[in-house]
């Protein structure tokens, strides 16, 4: 279970977190490592959409006497980055991970199921993005027809029904080669982090190491980093930067109240 910070809401609610499949698995296969590891992102992207329903809500709007702007503008900036994050893990799996799987297995359309489920959500991703990046801050409403709610209640169960699925589908790999499976998993997991660049050090890794619960269940070491890598960020890429505020864990993956929700008097 995770450590939660507090009696309070937190980020493992309303979509609930997946159970990593090594921790009741005790198969050696390959199988079981990729389940896992696709396990532990779907569970950062899954927090991350969790503290953002758990939070927006009492970012106070233009209308409230408590409005603060920089509030705003900071749960804006982290929406987008959020949303980044989460393309940018889809578009490797679909750019390097499935073709790999795919290849090697023999299987050609194996992994068609999760990419036409991607499609299934991503017009309302592009909305939020798109939300995200253009509305002025004293514009931004939670509520209402017209509001950023509307739009990730349009997305959300998709998206999660999805990131839960998916897991099964990894488990069902058990009947591929072992190794095999395991270096078409090292190869496309190779490709994708060489399809990252400069600027994702300023939006999708501080979200990335933010919403990685590393005291869930057994404790996970999830993402894989060189120890040096959350002191750069803190330090460097996400210093001055408020929008870190919305991340449920610290730096270094330890889980940490919500700042925004009704224990919090915003």
């Known amino acids: 279970m995770t450590t939660k910070p507090s009696d309070a809401p937190w980020a493992d609610e309303p979509f609930h977190l997946i159970k990593t499949p090594s ?43 408590n409005y603060i702007a920089q509030d705003v503008k900071d749960l804006l900036f982290y929406v987008h980055s959020w949303a980044k994050m989460m393309n940018h ?11 790999e799987i795919e290849k ?5 359309g194996l992994m068609e199921g999760p990419k036409q489920q991607h499609e299934v959500f991503h017009g309302g991703v592009e909305k939020l993005l798109e939300y995200s990046s253009t509305t002025k801050p004293e514009d931004y409403r939670w509520e ?11 997305f ?8 839960y699925s998916e897991i099964d589908l990894f488990l069902g790999f058990k009947d591929l080669d072992n190794d095999g499976l395991r270096k078409s998993w090292d190869k496309g997991e190779t490709v994708a982090k060489q399809n990252g660049n400069l600027a994702m050090l ?25 120890w040096v890598v959350p002191y750069v960020i803190q330090y460097w890429f996400a ?22 929700g009704p224990q919090s008097g915003n």
């Open 202 to 226: 300023y939006d999708v890794f501080p979200c990335v190491l933010g919403c990685a619960d590393k005291t869930y269940e057994v404790g996970h070491t999830f993402p894989p980093l060189p």
């Open 239 to 260: 210093a001055g930067n408020g929008a870190w505020r919305f991340n449920p864990c610290d730096w270094w993956g330890r889980p940490r109240p919500l700042t925004f």
């Open 104 to 108: 090697f297995s023999g299987k050609p």
């Open 144 to 154: 209402g027809p017209n509001g950023m709610k509307a739009i990730i209640d349009s």
């Open 156 to 163: 959300s169960k998709d998206l999660t029904d999805h990131l």
């Open 23 to 65: 921790t009741y698995l005790t198969d050696s296969h390959s199988y079981v490592h990729t389940a896992s590891e696709m396990a532990h992102s779907h569970n950062v992207i899954i927090r991350g959409l969790n503290a953002i329903i758990q939070q927006a809500p009492y970012v106070a709007i233009s209308t409230d006497k």
């Open 89 to 99: 893990h889809h578009f490797t799996e679909e750019s390097s991970i499935f073709p």
